[in-house]
């Protein structure tokens, strides 16, 4: 009696996703819009602080972001189940567009009527978007997987559309902080407005996709919300991940403070802005890349946590620095550790979420990470107000750390993750 050989195991394809030509037009679009949201990021901030000079001005800046982002998420959820995600996001880069065009004619003639407000018409611009961006991510979120399909594609779509994110998060900042030293501040939003419109011409040619099967009878807005809300915070996994990033984002993020940095302890310009932008992002990139080929499959939770642990180490020693090389190779690691974070939170989450819910789990995920991005700006404009810029960076490292020990002891399914 012959032994049959065992089947070969099969070989991963990092480029899978990639031979599904909707995907690229997808991340195409993702690229466009990315590239846009950082470059404007880079000239509001460069510009808000160019007329204030107070850095709790650029922690209001996160602020006016997250207060209707925040306050829509949820809905924003309940929306993405409930009509088709590509109308979403289609009308969500109208409102994208119309807002890139109103700081554009804040810098213009046109723009003099709104100029003798001050810095308002900016916040004001920048509140609008947030609600936009408040419904944007649900739709994305919940509208990538259906151009996907194939579950065993997820990781690999999550990681090249990571990898996308992050490639644009690298070269925005350099181009907003480049074009807005040698081109203007009206150049710099221009070029925000052309990319936010070719994000809108690469979704146009996504074919739509109908709403996933729902499990048992129609929901009303209330239920529909409160069974997205049962669902995460009774899944420790989900629960104690989406925690972990919002607290080390909340404390341990000091992006919106690289104004400061650069103008006044790096002493680089807006050049140097964008370079020290880029920093993260470009860790990110390299990582990604590398997770392309080599997907974290086992301890993924302790591989999660190791690397929380170690972008707040990198937030202290940025703090401490005043050298702009080692600054910059301490916030590229920082980026580096945090794509790990991310694309395994994004995974597990993908994972474990039923396709019918993916909008309502995305908006939780939103508030509590997305969202921290802003508060965390908020967070630390404040701080270096009271505190001083460089105590308050090495305060939120350290916080990062204690928040890292604290999930690490609680967390133990968290801990013993793997995919």
């Not at 140097?272 to 997907?295: D, H, K, Q």
């Not at 995920?365 to 997305?370: E, Y």
């Not at 105590?391 to 793997?418: C, E, N, Q, Y």
Request: proline residues 5%; hydrophobic residues 50%; glycine residues 10%.
């Amino acid at each position: 009696m012959t032994t049959p050989f065992p089947a070969p195991e099969e070989r991963h394809d990092p480029y899978a996703v990639l031979r599904l030509p909707e995907f690229r037009r997808f991340i195409s679009a993702r690229f466009c819009i990315t590239l846009a949201m950082q470059i404007q990021a880079v000239v509001v901030g460069w510009q808000i602080y160019d007329l204030t000079k107070d850095p709790f001005s650029l922690g209001l800046i996160g602020l006016a972001e997250a207060i209707p982002s925040i306050t829509v998420a949820l809905y924003a959820g309940h929306v993405a189940d409930m009509v088709p995600r590509k109308r979403i996001i289609m009308t969500v880069l109208a409102v994208l567009l119309f807002c890139s065009l109103a700081l554009l004619a804040y810098t213009l003639d046109v723009g003099h009527v709104l100029r003798v407000w001050g810095t308002l018409p900016i916040y004001a611009i920048i509140f609008l978007s947030g609600i936009a961006r408040g419904f944007m991510g649900p739709a994305v979120f919940s509208f990538m997987p259906q151009l996907v399909k194939d579950r065993k594609l997820y990781a690999n779509a999550i990681t090249w559309s990571s990898t996308t994110w992050q490639a644009a998060s690298v070269a925005g900042p350099a181009i907003g902080g480049l074009v807005y030293a040698f081109g203007g501040v009206t150049m710099a939003f221009g070029v925000d407005a052309a990319l936010v419109l070719c994000s809108f011409l690469f979704y146009s040619f996504i074919a739509g996709r109908p709403l996933p099967a729902t499990e048992g009878p129609k929901l009303n807005i209330k239920e529909s919300l409160q069974t997205g809300l049962k669902f995460v915070f009774g899944n420790q996994i989900i629960l104690s991940a989406l925690a972990l990033d919002m607290f080390a984002v909340l404390f341990g993020g000091a992006v919106i403070l690289l104004p400061v940095f650069a103008s006044d302890i790096l002493k680089v310009g807006p050049e140097g802005l964008g370079i020290l932008r880029s920093a993260p992002a470009i860790g990110s990139v390299g990582m990604a890349l590398f997770l392309a080929y080599r997907p974290i499959t086992h301890n993924a939770g302790k591989k999660m946590l190791w690397c929380v642990a170690g972008f707040g180490a990198c937030m202290i020693g940025f703090g401490l620095s005043n050298v702009f090389w080692l600054s910059f190779g301490l916030l590229l690691i920082s980026g580096l550790l945090d794509s790990v974070s991310m694309i395994i939170r994004s995974t597990l989450i993908h994972t474990f979420t039923p396709e019918h819910m993916k909008g309502r789990v995305s908006s939780v995920n939103n508030i509590f990470v997305g969202s921290s991005n802003e508060i965390g700006s908020f967070e630390s404009g404040l701080a270096a107000k009271l505190l001083g810029v460089v105590p308050s960076v090495v305060f939120g490292g350290s916080m990062t750390l204690l928040i890292v020990g604290f999930t690490a002891w609680k967390a133990d399914k968290l801990r013993k993750l793997s995919f």
